[in-house]
């Protein structure tokens, strides 16, 4: 720390010059008093990750240039927004903060196309807008996008940079910030960047792995589970004139089109700073720094969480910060609970890290929840969370465009007397709908043959037991299925930090075959839970008599609610109280501003009932079945039933 205070102390007087010359007198102290506050956050990290091969202090003032011609450069709107941030720099912690998430094509076709459905999005409340991977991905296979050709173009088939930009402005205007992907582990093979390291350009010396034989792949992969163990099972891919000579295994975590960037390389980050610039300065406000947990290997290890990942995404947002403070980070790093804050910056260095982390964790214990129609395995696990830091959010949500892993802890499993392994191997058999009584319709992903691990693949609607009561004509199994999805979502909607809603759960969409024709698709069964906008579905949203209209107008009433509750600001640290009656989940926040909120959620088909002290002095401001009844000292909560209560 005192090494680089030092180096600030010698970078400053050239660098307000600089400044002053780039941004002028008072744009320049803006910039530097971020530098002042920043340096040392990125300082440090790099020194951990270069130091042996780069003068740290050297390094950082290289890209904190970069980061200063980066703000010259930032248009006057976002400038303002800038400042705007630094008055209200919690908007993502605000309970009036509600996501939404979709395939630019899927959703509106184009970007352009986007234009035509921001009243949707308005309707559902919502203030952030994740557009799935949108840069020019190569051709043919892509990994839904997570195969980028092109860091600094715009996928052609969805428009172009300058149609990114346009949006951007258009979604701020009616107060949505933009979140985009950033693919930073691997680019596709095709992108020239591995394209230069592959033809031996000195530029991009070192920007992958490559071995010769196999004694180091194999010695890595002793230790590194497979992601997609059925199609792309190790973790390296023979590449023909790799390495320099005829051939290398280059190092492929994902797809064998995925190549692995070396982080260990400072000219990576650099080049990756830069990207990050270029999209900033196109108005996108949020980083979905994908697959984040893969960036720092450490032989003998899983080669996930190490603290080289820590140190890349800290050093990047400490640079973005003095760039462009009004970006923020989420990181997707679906992992462990005991791993996961960490990425918010709660590990042993408590360093600022991403200001929003996706909450796995939550996701996974809903569905348990509901499977066992008992929630005392998600208590648990919840209660004994390290809190995430009260200046982050969590990303809330009950579905994504991923498989669902079953992150569920051997020793969570364990304290209420259920052994994790089969608890696992129950709930890919439930959701799968192998297990006898199953509600739910959803398919096994990337079953592993030697552990016998599988994840889950399936619409929410699909996983709520919604396509099976319709398939079966089931009026009570329907009614069921829809009570499912929107219990889920009255979690996540009340919990605090960012929900996420995925297209098409406002409509409950049924799972999608249409992949299964297109070859490029075909053998990954994540597209079942990617649909199209289904137009007619779309146009009875407004209908209550509808299952849609009934889900949209619920979720659509979740948001409103949930707009006035100060008590639902993320800082406010979430409470999980131990509760009486197994099938009722329950959670209370407390926030300085605005008192007292109690969630509660009967996961099962019985009516259930809580100790009625937990909710006195409450009122309920949100519910499925009408105010809270409370009678013989017991809240009493209807089965597959939500509610809300908060201090009047
Ligand atoms: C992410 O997921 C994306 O969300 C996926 O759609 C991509 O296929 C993948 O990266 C590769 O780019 O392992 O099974 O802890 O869960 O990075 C999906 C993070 C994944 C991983 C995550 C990854």
């Known amino acids: 720390r005192r090494r680089a205070r030092a180096a600030l102390h010698d970078l400053l007087p050239q660098l307000s010059r600089e400044a002053v010359a780039a941004l002028g007198a008072v744009e320049a102290a803006g910039f530097l008093a971020r530098t002042e506050r920043w340096y040392a956050d990125a300082h440090l990290p790099l020194d951990a990750l270069y130091g042996a091969v780069a003068d740290p202090g050297g390094l950082t003032a290289r890209l904190v240039r970069a980061a200063l011609a980066a703000a010259a450069a930032r248009p006057q709107a976002l400038r303002e927004l800038d400042r705007r941030r630094e008055v209200d720099g919690d908007w993502f912690q605000d309970p009036r903060t509600v996501g939404y998430v979709a395939y630019t094509d899927r959703f509106a076709g184009t970007l352009r196309g986007i234009r035509t459905r921001l009243d949707h999005l308005s309707d559902l409340g919502v203030r952030y807008l994740h557009l799935m991977p949108l840069l020019k991905p190569r051709d043919g296979e892509n990994d839904g996008g997570y195969a980028v050709a092109?860091?600094?173009?715009?996928?052609?088939?969805?428009?172009?940079?300058?149609?990114?930009?346009?949006?951007?402005?258009?979604?701020?205007?009616?107060?949505?910030?933009?979140?985009?992907?950033?693919?930073?582990?691997?680019?596709?093979?095709?992108?020239?960047?591995?394209?230069?390291?592959?033809?031996?350009?000195?530029?991009?010396?070192?920007?992958?792995?490559?071995?010769?034989?196999?004694?180091?792949?194999?010695?890595?992969?002793?230790?590194?589970?497979?992601?997609?163990?059925?199609?792309?099972?190790?973790?390296?891919?023979?590449?023909?004139?790799?390495?320099?000579?005829?051939?290398?295994?280059?190092?492929?975590?994902?797809?064998?089109?995925?190549?692995?960037?070396?982080?260990?390389?400072?000219?990576?980050?650099?080049?990756?700073?830069?990207?990050v610039f270029t999209l900033a300065g196109r108005g996108v406000e949020v980083l979905r720094m994908d697959a984040a947990p893969f960036l720092g290997k450490r032989l003998g290890t899983n080669c996930q969480n190490q603290p080289e990942a820590h140190d890349v995404l800290q050093a990047l947002h400490a640079l973005t910060r003095i760039a462009a403070p009004a970006v923020v980070f989420k990181a997707e790093a679906i992992v462990a609970p005991d791993d996961l804050v960490g990425y918010l910056g709660a590990h042993d260095r408590y360093r600022p890290e991403c200001e929003l982390a996706y909450h796995n964790q939550l996701m996974v214990m809903l569905w348990s929840s509901l499977a066992t129609r008992d929630a005392r395995l998600a208590a648990h696990a919840l209660r004994r969370m390290t809190p995430a830091p009260p200046t982050t959010a969590w990303a809330t949500y009950v579905r994504c465009h991923d498989d669902i892993g079953w992150a569920v802890s051997d020793v969570d499993a364990a304290a209420v007397g259920w052994d994790g392994p089969s608890h696992r191997r129950f709930l890919n058999d439930f959701f799968a709908g192998r297990f006898p009584g199953s509600f739910a319709r959803g398919a096994l992903f990337q079953e592993d043959p030697d552990t016998g691990d599988a994840r889950i693949s399936g619409s929410a609607a699909a996983l709520c037991g919604i396509d099976d009561a319709r398939a079966r004509h089931d009026p009570a199994a329907l009614d069921a299925g829809v009570r499912r999805l929107l219990l889920a979502h009255a979690v996540v909607y009340g919990w605090g930090g960012i929900p996420l809603l995925y297209m098409g759960d406002e409509l409950a969409l049924a799972n999608d075959t249409g992949y299964r024709a297109d070859p490029e698709r075909a053998a990954d069964n994540r597209w079942m839970h990617r649909p199209p906008m289904d137009e007619a579905a779309f146009a009875r949203r407004y209908d209550p008599e509808t299952v849609e209209g009934r889900v949209f107008g619920a979720l659509a009433g979740f948001a409103a609610v949930r707009a006035e509750l100060p008590a639902l600001h993320a800082s406010a640290p979430v409470e999980v109280p131990a509760l009486d009656d197994p099938a009722v989940l329950g959670w209370t926040r407390r926030h300085p501003r605005g008192g007292r909120f109690v969630g509660l959620v009967n996961v099962s088909d019985r009516p259930a009932s809580v100790d009625a002290a937990l909710v006195t002095g409450l009122d309920t401001v949100l519910a499925s079945d009408g105010p809270v009844r409370t009678e013989g000292g017991q809240a009493h909560l209807p089965p597959l039933s939500w509610a809300w209560l908060a201090e009047p």
């Open 150 to 275: 092109d860091y600094t173009a715009v996928d052609p088939r969805l428009g172009t940079m300058d149609d990114l930009e346009s949006l951007a402005g258009a979604l701020r205007e009616r107060g949505m910030s933009l979140c985009v992907d950033l693919v930073l582990n691997h680019t596709a093979a095709e992108h020239p960047w591995a394209r230069g390291w592959l033809a031996g350009d000195p530029r991009y010396a070192g920007f992958y792995t490559a071995y010769p034989d196999r004694e180091m792949p194999d010695a890595w992969e002793a230790t590194i589970p497979d992601v997609f163990p059925d199609r792309a099972p190790g973790s390296f891919s023979w590449v023909p004139g790799a390495g320099g000579g005829d051939g290398g295994w280059v190092w492929t975590t994902f797809w064998d089109y995925q190549w692995d960037l070396d982080w260990t390389c400072p000219e990576v980050f650099a080049a990756m700073l830069g990207t």
